[in-house]
């Protein structure tokens, strides 16, 4: 098993930046591909960011793509997002995950494990 723990999140305004971190244990290495999705209220959960195992690959949606950077730090087993340029449209709650191979897909479905979330609130 891996347990995932996400701090970070808070209420800021458009345009500020915010760090996530998130705190792996468990049953996890620097190999396990990582990822950060969200979800917003209403809406499915979205793929934000992801790094595989080693770190050599990325992967970014869209809508954060130039803003949010997503890195890993093995030694720590922390997963970091750095978000930037924070619009209105990025309040969300931010899950980290894991999956048990080394390649960074976006897609949900192939995570195997999920922390409990972080909020963040952008507001104008």
């Known amino acids: 098993q891996v347990q995932l723990v996400e701090s970070g999140g808070g209420s800021v305004q458009v345009g500020d930046s915010l760090r996530l971190s998130c705190v792996s244990s468990?049953?996890?290495?620097?190999?396990?591909?990582m990822g950060w999705f969200r979800q917003a209220p209403g809406k499915e959960r979205e793929f934000v960011a992801a790094?595989?195992?080693?770190?050599?690959?990325?992967a970014y949606a869209d809508p954060v793509k130039g803003r949010f950077t997503i890195s890993r730090d093995n030694a720590k087993n922390t997963l970091y997002l750095q978000m930037s340029s924070l619009k209105p449209d990025d309040t969300a709650v931010y899950y980290c995950?894991?999956?048990?191979?080394?390649?960074?897909?976006?897609?949900?479905?192939?995570?195997?494990?999920w922390g409990q979330g972080t909020q963040v609130t952008v507001s104008s």
């Open positions: 468990g049953r996890t290495s620097g190999s396990n591909a």
């Open positions: 995950a894991a999956r048990s191979s080394t390649y960074p897909y976006t897609s949900d479905s192939y995570y195997d494990y």
């Open positions: 790094v595989s195992g080693g770190g050599a690959l990325t």
